[in-house]
C-alpha cells in the first residue's frame, strides 16, 4: 500500500509541541524558531483539514483529533531515532555538514584540507557547494561560511577575512621581464562575471579604471560571463583579463598561469562563519570552527 504522509518537518514540529505541551520548548529541542514551529504546524493543520491544538495566547492545547494521533505518532519517530541511532551514533559525531560558495569551497578550503585532516584525522568534513543560502534551522547543516557584510558588533557570526579583487590576466600574453600593466592589453577584452547573487554587488572594471586614476575604459572591447569556470576559459584561451578575488589568484591552481597586472585593489565583501545552536553541542563543530578561524588568520 502506498504511504501518504505530510512533509516530515510538519510532523516532528507537531510531534515535539504536543509532547511538551509548549511550542517554545518545541523550538528549543529541533534548534528552530518558534515561528517556524508554528508555520509547520499550521501546514500539517491545512493538509489534514483539522484542527490540532486549541490556542490560548501562548498556551496550547491538543483537540480530541490531536490527542487520538499523538501516541502513534510519537511510537513512529520512537522507532524512526531507534533504526538511525547507532548509524547516526557512529557518523554524527565524527563529521561537520558544511554549506558554502562554489569558489571558497573550491580555492580556499579545498587546498587546506590535507592540513585539516593531519590535525583531526578522526573527523569528516562533507562540503556542500551552492550559491543559495542554506537554511540552518531547517537541514543537517551544521556550520554554513557565507559571503556578504560584515557581521556586526556582538554577533554570533564569525568573520573570516574581507576579500578583495584585482586584475588578473594570462602570463602567456605578458612579454617576460615587463611589466603587467592594463596598456599592453589593447587588443584584448575586459572580462566581467555576473554574480548568481544579485543581492550582493559584484566588482566592475569601470570601478577599476577610476580607482587606479586611469582613463580609457570606453575604448576597451569587454565580455561577460555567468559562470567563474568560462571567465577562466576565456582568460586561459588569451581572451583578455578578469577581476578576480585574490583567494582564486593566489591559489595553487593559477599560480603558474596568471599574473596580477598593476593597479588598485576593490574591496569586496567579508566572509564569515555561522553555526547552528544544536551543532555547537557537538565536539567536531567547535573543533572545525576554531580550525577555519585560526587558518583564516594566517
Known amino acids: 500500500m502506498k504511504r501518504r504522509l505530510p512533509p516530515l518537518n510538519a510532523i516532528r514540529a507537531f510531534e515535539a509541541a504536543a509532547r511538551l505541551q509548549s511550542i517554545s520548548d518545541a523550538a528549543d529541542e529541533l534548534s528552530v524558531t518558534p515561528t517556524a514551529v508554528s508555520h509547520q504546524i499550521r501546514h500539517l493543520e491545512t493538509l489534514l483539514d483539522i484542527k ?3 490556542r490560548s495566547g501562548r498556551n496550547i492545547t491538543l483537540t480530541d483529533q490531536g490527542a487520538r494521533m499523538l501516541p502513534d505518532i510519537t511510537r513512529g519517530m520512537d522507532s524512526l531515532a531507534a533504526a538511525f541511532e547507532e548509524t547516526y551514533g557512529n557518523i554524527d559525531a565524527n563529521s561537520v555538514n558544511i554549506s558554502t560558495t562554489r569558489e571558497f569551497a573550491r580555492y ?22 551552492s550559491e543559495g543560502v542554506a537554511d540552518l534551522s531547517g537541514s543537517e547543516i551544521d556550520v554554513a561560511i557565507r559571503y556578504g557584510a560584515k557581521p556586526p558588533e556582538g554577533s554570533a557570526e564569525i568573520a573570516l577575512y574581507q576579500e578583495y579583487y584585482v ?19 589593447t587588443k584584448q ?56 578575488s585574490r583567494t ?24 564569515r562563519v555561522l553555526r547552528s545552536p544544536s551543532a555547537m553541542r557537538k565536539r567536531a563543530v567547535r573543533q572545525f570552527v576554531d580550525w577555519i578561524s585560526d587558518a583564516a588568520k594566517g
Open 108 to 129: 580556499w578550503l579545498q587546498p587546506r584540507l590535507g592540513q585539516f585532516y593531519e590535525t583531526f584525522p578522526q573527523l569528516t568534513l562533507n562540503i556542500y557547494a
Open 248 to 271: 582564486i589568484v593566489n591559489s595553487s591552481e593559477f599560480e603558474d598561469s596568471l599574473v596580477q597586472l598593476e593597479g588598485p585593489q576593490l574591496p569586496g565583501y567579508h566572509y
Open 189 to 244: 577584452r575586459l572580462i566581467e562575471v555576473r554574480w548568481e547573487n544579485s543581492a550582493l554587488t559584484a566588482p566592475s572594471w569601470k570601478a577599476w579604471f577610476s580607482a587606479a586614476g586611469r582613463d580609457g575604459f570606453e575604448t576597451f572591447r569587454r565580455m561577460s560571463f555567468d559562470a567563474y569556470n568560462l571567465a577562466f576559459d576565456a582568460l586561459k584561451r588569451g581572451h583578455g583579463a578578469a577581476l578576480l
Open 167 to 185: 586584475a588578473a590576466v594570462s602570463k602567456s600574453l605578458l612579454k617576460p621581464g615587463r611589466a603587467a600593466r592594463i596598456e599592453m592589453l
Open 52 to 54: 490540532l491544538f486549541e
